[in-house]
């Protein structure tokens, strides 16, 4: 895939706060807090090893998910998909993932509550979303493109499956050099949302149940 990819940083809508060393059980990283210039939105990138504009590096955007990533959740898979992308970036030796507050896919963690009430009652998460009157997918990515600029990228190989992501990264000005696929071992519940996923959202998914 191909891109401009040039960014202007008097231009860039986020600003970085603080960066500070952050030692994990996965192993040794960088934490960066970025605040957006237009919302109230905070972020966190967790990055290791040299970021250099002509080198092709491992990123992943990652929305928060209180359930799964904190609280162990089995109904996704996102607290694996972190720690797996940790993985990845620690044996790669260079990375970086954007850590935005986007809970459940920009409902936030409440609205969130109300359609896991939905699913239990037999809906699924699209399903759900739909029936409180939000849009299936509500995210937005540009400004998780600009903190990548801001780090120095330009060519980066995402940890995603999912192809909407992709194509926005692609239209913020990244240069996207290769699309990793990200599974992990899934049972129910997380099977059927990975089911929905696919079906319903195109996520590229092979998953093991």
């Known amino acids: ?19 500070a060393d952050l030692p994990t059980q996965v192993g040794e990283f960088k934490i960066a807090g970025y605040r957006s210039l237009t919302s ?21 955007i990652h929305s928060q998910c209180l359930t799964g990533d904190v ?7 996102c607290g694996p998909q972190l720690h797996k992308a940790m993985e990845m970036i620690e044996e790669e030796g260079r990375g970086a993932i954007v850590y ?3 809970e459940g896919r920009g409902i936030g963690i409440v609205n969130k509550i109300r359609a896991y009430a939905l699913q239990d009652e037999g809906a ?23 903190i990548l600029f801001d780090l ?17 990264l692609e239209d913020a000005g990244l240069r ?5 696929p990200i599974e992990v071992k899934a049972k129910e519940p997380a099977a059927h949302y990975l089911r929905t996923k696919k079906e319903k959202m195109g996520h590229l998914l092979e998953f093991e149940e």
């Open 100 to 102: 935005q507050q986007q």
């Open 71 to 77: 609280f162990g959740s089995i109904k996704c898979d």
């Open 152 to 168: 120095g990228l330009c060519e980066v190989r995402v940890i995603s499956n999912n192809p909407d992501k992709i194509k926005a």
């Open 176 to 180: 996207i050099v290769e699309r990793v």
């Open 40 to 60: 109230g939105e905070e972020f966190v990138v967790l990055f290791k090893g040299k970021m250099e504009r002509g080198v092709p590096t491992l990123v992943r």
């Open 124 to 146: 699924d998460t699209v399903e759900a979303n739909e029936k409180l009157g939000f849009a299936v997918d509500a995210r937005e990515y540009q400004q998780c493109a600009e």
């Open 1 to 19: 895939m191909d891109a401009d990819c040039t960014a202007d940083e008097k231009k860039l809508s986020v600003e970085r706060v603080a960066v």
